[in-house]
């Protein structure tokens, strides 16, 4: 029940992810992608390492950096322009495989046995996912294919490195994510001149678009999704992903207007089912990469602790 608990709570993460599109085309200034991450990445960053009151030390400042690159910091922008060089179905289906790569850095890293069960949920999903994005237009272009895959294999390392390394003795999630965030933004900040130049001008729906994606979209469902990489195996976690496009399809038929085609509501159910299933398939975790500390310092991290990380 426990672990139920806590598999439903991680959820909660990929569902907010999904909600992306949305604020982006109907709250945020267009084609201004890499500016959106930083504004996702570093404010947020900045407000959780105030909140938790800690600061890496000792090798914690180059494994911050790390793994905000791997998590935040080459994640956005590799798949911000895969997004761009491709349609979004297939770049949705290109980050549904990312669990595979999971499954693979998982065993490899943390000696978490690949079973069969695991890798064919994860296939079935991104089968899923495909029925309910990809649309008979869908190209390829190399440069958006190549990005989509290498996103999702950052991310993947990210996810597996951070299970590995776990947090530092008397740290809590709280802290370790802003410092993640906040390497994060740091590291697409000059990216982000170089290609889209000064900062756009921000009306209300934009400070409000903006202010979600930093408190809920980011802040809070990455503090979820690293929780969750900490209590539950990697695999169990990342099986999740598939959530993300399916509720961003959810969105866009309920709040946006968009149609679902019984094509794409039978791929819903066979991602979602594969997700369930593979939440049965996995084993638990071997053992905890995790300091057995049990939160962040001079804040009430059972507040929260019991509803957020990733």
């Not at 999702?152 to 802290?175: F, H, N, Y």
């Amino acid at each position: 029940m426990k672990r139920f608990a806590t598999v439903a709570l991680t959820a909660l993460a990929p569902v907010s992810w999904g909600s992306t599109y949305a604020v982006a085309t109907e709250l945020l200034p267009p084609d201004r992608p890499l500016f959106t991450g930083v504004m996702r990445a570093l404010p947020a960053g900045l407000l959780l390492t105030a909140l938790a009151r800690t600061l890496p030390k000792g090798a914690w400042w180059w494994k911050s950096a790390v793994l905000g690159t791997l998590n935040i910091g080459a994640f956005f922008p590799l798949l911000f322009l895969s997004a761009y060089r491709l349609p979004g179905g297939v770049a949705a289906v290109l980050g549904a495989a990312g669990p595979l790569f999971v499954v693979g850095l998982a065993a490899l890293l943390l000696g978490e046995r690949a079973r069969v069960r695991t890798v064919i949920a994860a296939v079935v999903g991104a089968f899923g996912v495909s029925m309910v994005v990809l649309t008979a237009e869908a190209g390829l272009d190399p440069v958006g294919v190549i990005a989509g895959v290498v996103s999702s294999v950052s991310m993947a390392a990210g996810t597996v490195m951070t299970k590995r390394w776990g947090r530092p003795e008397g740290v809590g999630p709280l802290a370790v994510t802003g410092w993640q965030l906040t390497a994060g933004g740091l590291v697409i900040i000059p990216v982000a001149v170089l290609v889209e130049g000064a900062p756009p001008a921000l009306d209300g729906g934009a400070l409000l678009g903006y202010g979600y994606m930093m408190l809920i979209n980011t802040g809070i469902a990455y503090w979820i999704w690293f929780r969750g990489i900490g209590r539950l195996s990697v695999t169990s976690v990342t099986l999740l992903g598939p959530l993300s496009p399916l509720t961003a399809a959810v969105i866009g038929w309920a709040a946006l207007g968009q149609s679902l085609s019984p094509v794409q509501l039978a791929g819903m159910a066979i991602a979602f089912g594969a997700t369930v299933a593979g939440q049965l398939a996995v084993a638990p975790p071997a053992r905890s990469f995790s300091s057995p500390e049990k939160t962040d310092r001079n804040i009430s991290m059972d507040l929260i602790d019991g509803p957020v990380r990733r």
